[in-house]
């Protein structure tokens, strides 16, 4: 079985400043994604970046990037510069291998930028 | 443009109702995903289908039904078997591989009256 955790309920950064979302996840799957989605209060989800388990370097997105530690199982998400619209949920999220591509969601991080 | 059209926005349903919840996607994904989400949690999955006229049980499918007779069309149907189904529900689709995302609709709120 799949599990995403995500440990920080929610966190509270100053405008301008870098950010980590912390993700740890748990699979006996060789091959899998990990993704991270961001959701407004509107409700949407927006896929923000992905992470491959074979990847070699770490996935990066325009301000976006992901901190990637196969060994540690970690999958943590990393904003720079934050700006006041990035005030959202975070969601990480792992999809397994073929015959399990189901996506498993961790409970999310609520992010809120101060200006 | 391409996406997920989920409708509508927000249903109220009775004791006792059947209520439907759509979802049609003009991405031509094979797959299809249907999620709920309660306040302050995370998605849980109900039902899924990768491929027409065929859907498996997610980790919640008690009191949900669904159908897959068209490629683009996925509804959701929230039977009077479901006691508690105040939620947010949101339905994806994606194609093939591993490494595509997930493409997620506006989703629909559900309240009971």
């Known amino acids: 079985a799949q599990k995403i955790t995500q440990t920080q309920p929610g966190m509270f950064v100053q405008e301008k400043e870098a950010v980590t979302l912390d993700c740890t996840y748990d699979t006996s799957d060789q091959s899998y994604g990990l993704f991270w989605y961001k959701q407004p209060s509107s409700g949407e989800m927006i896929f923000l970046i992905y992470?491959?388990?074979?990847?070699?370097q770490n996935a990066t997105e325009g301000r976006y990037s992901l901190n990637f530690q196969k060994a540690r199982k970690s999958a943590n998400l990393v904003i720079s510069a934050s700006q006041l619209g990035d005030s959202a949920m975070y969601f990480c999220?792992?999809?397994?291998?073929?015959?399990?591509?189901?996506?498993?969601f961790g409970t999310g991080t609520r992010l809120t930028i101060i200006p | 443009d391409g996406g997920i059209t989920q409708s509508p926005k927000y249903l109220f349903r009775k004791e006792g109702q059947n209520v439907t919840l759509s979802c049609e996607q003009n991405?031509?994904?094979?797959?299809m995903y249907w999620y709920r989400q309660d306040p302050g949690q995370g998605l849980r999955l109900i039902y899924y289908s990768q491929i027409v006229n065929d859907f498996q049980k997610g980790d919640i499918a008690e009191g949900y039904s669904v159908s897959r007779e068209k490629k683009e069309s996925f509804p959701l149907t929230v039977t009077s078997a479901q006691k508690n189904p105040t939620a947010f529900y949101l339905c994806?689709?994606?194609?093939?591989?591993?490494?595509?995302?997930?493409?997620f609709g506006d989703g629909t709120r559900l309240s009971i009256l």
């Open positions: 991405l031509n994904h094979d797959a």
């Open positions: 994806a689709s994606t194609q093939g591989p591993t490494v595509e995302p997930q493409h």
């Open positions: 999220a792992m999809r397994g291998d073929f015959g399990n591509e189901k996506l498993t």
């Open positions: 992470q491959g388990s074979y990847d070699e």
